[in-house]
């Protein structure tokens, strides 16, 4: 069975992205953007709701041939492109890089995809993490919280049926005042 990880940064009090999806807030330092490339090259798949994949597909495609990319960003830059995508969206209809879109039942979907073969898929996008948090099929949560409160805004979590017990796995400083705590679900 394949891990579903939901990995995001976030407001001390849970948020995503601010009010009208503000994320300036989240600027990674050298030390986070790593981590984050690490997180993506050790992930054989990601599943995108419409907004971030609209968000991604707009900058890393091309990121790695801005004059100011460090070889950081050059590389998860070619990674993004490469590392097989699923696109979860009934408004949009093209995808490109590497991407498949479905525009039918998610949960069915992510459901398939981790009885597959393979190794580790990400999830990302509120909506998406949501309906997959709801139907417990999220293995791992990382929390990448940054020292800011927003006040509002997309929330990382939602409202859930029944308890989800966790275990900690992992607890990482980075410089500004950002704590990584990782998270597995405990079965």
């Known amino acids: 069975m394949r891990k579903l990880i939901y990995s995001m940064n976030l407001s001390v009090d849970g948020y995503i992205a601010a009010a009208d999806d503000d994320i300036g807030w989240s600027a990674p330092s050298e030390e986070l953007f790593q981590w984050w490339l690490e997180q993506e090259q050790a992930n054989n798949l990601s599943l995108y709701g419409r907004k971030l994949w609209e968000t991604m597909s707009s900058y890393w495609p091309t990121g790695d041939q801005q004059l100011d990319a460090t070889a950081a960003q050059i590389e998860f830059a070619r990674n993004w492109r490469d590392t097989p995508k699923v696109v979860f969206s009934s408004t949009i209809d093209r995808v490109d890089w590497n991407t498949r879109l479905v525009t039918g039942d998610a949960i069915a979907e992510i459901s398939?995809?981790?009885?597959?073969?393979?190794?580790?898929?990400?999830?990302?996008?509120?909506?998406?993490?949501?309906?997959?948090?709801?139907?417990?099929?999220?293995?791992?949560?990382?929390?990448?919280?940054?020292?800011?409160?927003?006040?509002?805004?997309?929330?990382f979590f939602t409202g859930l049926d029944t308890w989800v017990n966790l275990d900690l796995v992992e607890t990482r400083m980075f410089p500004a005042g950002v704590v990584l705590t990782r998270y597995r679900t405990r079965r």
């Open 112 to 155: 398939r995809l981790k009885t597959g073969e393979g190794g580790p898929m990400s999830i990302g996008g509120a909506t998406l993490a949501r309906a997959a948090m709801r139907a417990g099929l999220i293995d791992e949560y990382a929390l990448v919280t940054h020292p800011v409160l927003t006040g509002g805004g997309t929330p």
